[in-house]
């Protein structure tokens, strides 16, 4: 057996192949570690030891906690990371988060990896920490919305808001009423019809955050594309997120990682276990 990853496998495909490599593992030495998905694949291949078999979720975070849960309960050959997105607490010994909100904002936590993709793609006169911290602070509405649509259980849509279509490039500035009109468009007129709703967000929004409070609440996706956008040069060409995400992930250092809480709740973990599953 060797350090491989398996991805597109089905539940059942999972559960199978993973209960078959206990089984041959005589030594109880390897770790199976289930991912959400192929972005979190790309950052863990070059941090993991040998003794790591990873395999990519069938569902995203709910289908880490499904399958350890049910079928994996008290192996600890068996791990999941996730985002930790909302979530207070520990859902799980065997499941860790990233640290912050998702993996995307434990690297950009990481000053020399962001400067390193502001050096890289960021033309403009903001200093480096101004604009990390003017991104955050400008997506904090919707960050917001995003918080109490999990924990309230709200069950809106949000994925289809384009934060580019609510750009105001004159200003530079993202307009929160453009956000809430399309979200009340996807959603039936949600924050109309339930005005308690929405002052909530309103309440939230006259709250001072740190900026640790503000990783904690601000999704990666939604921080890499306002950073693309004002990364956009004068001749109007874009920059993909998806290119800077890639990017991030190769600027973080193995150095990076070992000074987060996510690689001490690891080593803590393999102390326990006896395992090794950072190389």
Not at 114 to 133: A, H, M, R
Not at 218 to 225: S, V
Request: charged share 25%.
């Amino acid at each position: 057996m060797s350090n491989s990853v398996r991805d597109n496998l089905t539940k059942e495909d999972i559960i199978s192949e993973i209960k078959l490599s206990i089984g041959a593992d005589i030594k109880k030495e390897y770790v199976y570690m289930l991912l959400e998905g192929s972005d979190d694949i790309k950052f863990w291949r070059g941090l993991i030891s040998e003794k790591v078999i990873i395999f990519e979720s069938f569902s995203g975070k709910n289908g880490i906690k499904e399958i350890i849960e049910e079928f994996f309960d008290t192996n600890p050959q068996v791990i999941g990371i996730r985002d930790k997105d909302y979530e207070s607490t520990l859902i799980h010994n065997s499941i860790f988060y990233y640290d912050y909100c998702c993996m995307e904002m434990m690297l950009i936590c990481s000053s020399e990896a962001f400067t390193s993709i502001y050096t890289e793609y960021y033309d403009g006169e903001i200093p480096v920490n101004e604009l990390k911290i003017r991104l955050l602070q400008q997506l904090k509405a919707l960050s917001h919305v995003r918080q109490l649509n999990e924990t309230n259980g709200w069950g809106i849509k949000i994925n289809g808001v384009s934060i580019g279509s609510a750009f105001n490039r004159e200003t530079n500035e993202l307009i929160f009423d453009t956000i809430v009109n399309k979200l009340n468009e996807m959603n039936r007129n949600f924050f109309i019809d339930n005005q308690e709703k929405k002052q909530c967000v309103d309440n939230l929004l006259r709250t001072e955050l740190t900026i640790e409070e503000l990783l904690n609440i601000t999704q990666g996706h939604d921080f890499l594309k306002l950073f693309s956008i004002y990364c956009l040069k004068e001749q109007g060409r874009s920059i993909s997120d998806i290119n800077i995400s890639a990017s991030l992930r190769v600027a973080y250092r193995k150095s990076d990682f070992e000074n987060s809480l996510l690689y001490t709740n690891l080593i803590d973990y393999e102390e326990k276990h006896k395992f090794k599953i950072v190389s």
